[in-house]
């Protein structure tokens, strides 16, 4: 018996390297990333990842890495860690990026990668607010991104 395949609630391609949404909370969902070739979970955010991603993607030869974030968005670190994870440590595979509602952590880290590509910040952190429910995104959040240091990596 096959699982059916599932996209995760907020899935949408970051770019081709790059797949991003929200925590896959089934097999079905683990198995639509599995079934694109995607064989590396980046979690963001505050809780550690739970039983569909650990017990799925063994099944699927799926890798999984957290990256912390607590409240506040204001810590450099966990998104640093997870760009270098991906960029610079990982530079030829393809990821599923991930947090609990697929659009607040996410959309942090997408808009700060938007500049590592070379966006300006008015358009990564608009291209990234559309993910959001209201369509806007925290002034804190706002700041926080146009003031992420992106020069290691560009």
Excluded at 48 to 69: A, T
């Amino acid at each position: 018996m096959s699982t059916k395949l599932v996209p995760p609630t907020g899935f949408a391609y970051h770019n081709n390297k790059i797949i991003r949404g929200s925590y896959p909370v089934d097999s079905g969902n683990v198995a639509f990333i599995a079934n694109m070739g995607i064989r590396k979970f980046v979690s963001i955010g505050v809780g550690f990842p739970g039983e569909p991603e650990r017990n799925h993607g063994r099944l699927h030869k799926i890798e999984l890495i957290h990256f912390p974030v607590h409240s506040g968005f204001s810590h450099d670190k966990p998104y640093s860690d997870a760009i270098d994870y991906m960029l610079t440590k990982n530079p030829d595979s393809r990821f599923y990026i991930y947090d609990d509602n697929g659009y607040s952590f996410v959309g942090i880290f997408c808009a700060i990668l938007r500049r590592i590509e070379g966006w300006d910040t008015p358009a990564a952190i608009e291209e990234c607010m559309r993910f959001f429910p209201s369509g806007k995104m925290p002034a804190s959040q706002i700041r926080f991104i146009d003031s992420f240091d992106i020069s290691k990596w560009r």
